[in-house]
């Protein structure tokens, strides 16, 4: 078992150490994994059994305009709420190209994001880059 430390560019928003309230809901006592299984819950995804179903959750999560990123380190985790589509992640050991036409976000993109950070109690900043590093 090896040590991996990555470097992660993001466009988002930076939650520091908390994870988001819509993932740990006291109100309603659940608690949810990760995202994925939060929006399929949201969705009335619940029976995993049924025909479609992790497709439809793919499908799912592939239209949500953000996504979940962990850095700092598997024992002190940290979190960004990200611009879907932005995350790029040079793993350690790797060299990894970016082009630069591609870390334009559109506006709709960003109005996207903002409208479901709004419906989903989470206090909206505008959205930054972020160079990040991740020790797992």
């Not at 988001?20 to 659940?30: D, K, Q, Y």
């Not at 994925?36 to 592939?62: I, P, Q």
């Not at 903002?114 to 419906?119: A, G, M, V, Y």
Request: with cysteine.
């Amino acid at each position: 078992m090896g040590v991996s430390t990555d470097a992660i560019l993001t466009f988002g928003i930076d939650l520091n150490d908390e994870l988001p309230a819509f993932l740990t809901n006291a109100e309603t006592e659940e608690e949810h994994d990760d995202l994925d299984d939060f929006l399929a819950h949201e969705a009335g995804l619940t029976d995993w059994r049924a025909e479609g179903h992790y497709e439809k959750k793919r499908a799912l999560v592939e239209s949500c305009p953000v996504e979940i990123v962990r850095h700092c380190s598997g024992e002190y985790t940290m979190y960004i709420l990200a611009v879907r589509g932005t995350v790029r992640t040079a793993y350690r050991g790797h060299l990894t190209e970016i082009d630069p036409t591609s870390l334009v976000v559109s506006p709709e993109k960003i109005v996207s994001f903002k409208k479901w950070c709004e419906d989903h109690g989470v206090e909206y900043q505008e959205p930054k880059w972020f160079l990040v590093s991740f020790w797992n």
